[in-house]
């Protein structure tokens, strides 16, 4: 865990994804790392959470600070 220079609690993570899906008839296997991050008592909750484990996660898409990324930010989370 970080702290923002206003002294925000923020946890920079990767967050990945695989799951079976249908597309055309057929299944496709889907897997994806993402970056992710979170701030405040988010923050604080997640980085006390076991790496590795399972949970869904709410939030929004935005470019990283210098526009090269996509970065999901985390508002809220339960565990799967």
Do not use: C
């Not at 405040?40 to 980085?47: C, M, Q, R």
């Not at 935005?62 to 799967?80: P, R, T």
């Amino acid at each position: 865990m970080r702290y923002t220079p206003s002294g925000l609690p923020a946890l920079n993570m990767r967050l990945e994804h695989s799951s079976q899906q249908t597309q055309a008839a057929g299944v496709r296997t889907v897997n994806v790392a993402l970056k992710a991050v979170a701030f405040g008592a988010v923050a604080e909750t997640l980085a006390k959470q076991a790496v590795g484990s399972a949970w869904k996660f709410q939030g929004f898409m935005a470019n990283a600070l210098k526009g090269k990324s996509v970065v999901f930010h985390i508002q809220e989370f339960l565990q799967d």
